[in-house]
């Protein structure tokens, strides 16, 4: 039986690094609750490919070479990274409905792939 293995996540965060082959298990991803993917790969992604259908998607064109520039694409990375740690999915209630004092359902908070 192959279970799918979760990427390894950054402690205190939602952020979760691995390779390529994460992709290859996009129910295990989702029930971790990753809404964005970050490649930092040098392929270009057909359009609507399977494996990232669902997932908001930033893609780095940069090969694991020692000349890359990966700092310049930082201010882009480091918005879209930001903007999946605070990502409330539409089906998911934000809780703001609460009076003080009362609990509610909590959203699950997303979390943010980055792989190579």
């Not at 390894?8 to 996009?26: E, M, Q, T, V």
């Not at 310049?72 to 003080?100: E, K, R, V």
């Not at 004092?101 to 908070?109: A, I, L, N, V």
């Amino acid at each position: 039986m192959d279970l799918p293995i979760l990427p390894s996540k950054c402690p205190g965060h939602n952020i979760y690094i691995d390779g390529f082959h994460a992709l290859r298990h996009p129910k295990a991803l989702q029930e971790a609750n990753i809404t964005h993917v970050v490649s930092v790969i040098d392929w270009k992604f057909p359009q609507g490919w399977a494996p990232l259908r669902g997932f908001q998607h930033l893609r780095i064109p940069l090969d694991d070479v020692y000349d890359s520039n990966i700092i310049s694409y930082f201010p882009q990375s480091n918005a879209f990274i930001n903007q999946g740690l605070n990502y409330w999915p539409a089906d998911q209630s934000s809780g703001s409905d609460c009076s003080p004092g009362e609990t509610g359902d909590k959203p699950r908070q997303s979390g943010v792939l980055v792989h190579w």
